[in-house]
């Protein structure tokens, strides 16, 4: 039973850049969630997704960053215009539907540097 | 989300017990203790989970205590590999106006020394 997937697991990006991050929920998970940690710092919630809903967007940078969860395919989290703040690893999460705990399930993180 | 204290570091002999508290005084009756670690900037790893009674697993014990404003998470034998920071976060069952979103605080930096 594959765990969550993410890729890339390293991305550099040069500044004005886009960066997009993938992440593939384990099987049979339609939550799916994404944390930044930048550099000594601790873990940061951004986006709660369902299937094409977004449920949660209170911790996402107002301007250049967007999450998606298609019906099919992998999640998305698309970062505009790249800037050295951006650098950070990031992490995603997912749970089972009508999941009534927070067992969430991690991926091993996209770690971007933006030079 | 009710906030939770822990100490910023901890050591731990290796095969020894590791016992790492945890402050959350103003929990509130739907809200759970999670306990969560992460290894070397690995990602985060779910331990264990409880309301109100003791729970235990595979990898860690419970104990949260009758008041609920405290809990430890227990690894009875301590490995190298346990070394990691252990993060407890207290949260709402689904339907809270927070669920979904973990909120990670500083955690507690465990060390297992041989």
């Known amino acids: 039973n594959a765990g969550v997937m993410q890729n890339p697991r390293h991305l550099v990006r040069r500044r004005g850049q886009e960066a997009r991050l993938r992440c593939s929920p384990m099987?049979?998970?339609?939550?799916v969630y994404w944390y930044r940690q930048l550099p000594e710092e601790g873990l940061k919630f951004m986006v709660y997704?369902?299937?094409?809903?977004?449920?949660?967007e209170s911790g996402m940078p107002k301007e250049r960053f967007s999450a998606e969860f298609p019906k099919e395919g992998p999640s998305i989290l698309r970062i505009q215009q790249v800037v050295r703040g951006d650098s950070a690893a990031y992490f995603c999460?997912?749970?089972?539907?009508?999941?009534?705990?927070?067992?969430?399930?991690f991926g091993p993180g996209t770690r971007l540097t933006v030079t | 989300d009710a906030k939770t204290t822990q100490p910023p570091s901890m050591d731990c002999a290796e095969g020894r017990a590791a016992n790492l508290p945890c402050n959350h005084s103003?929990?509130?009756?739907?809200?759970?203790v999670y306990w969560y670690r992460q290894i070397h900037s690995q990602g985060p790893q779910y331990i264990i989970h409880?309301?109100?009674n003791n729970e235990t697993n595979e990898m860690a014990s419970l104990i949260i205590t009758e008041d609920r404003k405290s809990s430890t998470l227990i690894l009875p034998h301590a490995t190298l590999r346990d070394t990691a920071v252990y993060y407890c976060?207290?949260?709402?069952?689904?339907?809270?106006?927070?669920?979904?979103?973990?909120?990670f605080g500083q955690g507690t930096i465990l060390t297992v020394h041989p």
């Open positions: 999460a997912s749970s089972p539907a009508m999941a009534q705990t927070y067992e969430q399930y």
């Open positions: 099987k049979g998970h339609s939550h």
């Open positions: 997704l369902q299937k094409e809903n977004i449920i949660d």
């Open positions: 103003t929990i509130s009756g739907n809200e759970y």
């Open positions: 409880g309301l109100k």
């Open positions: 976060i207290v949260s709402a069952r689904a339907g809270g106006t927070s669920y979904g979103k973990l909120t």
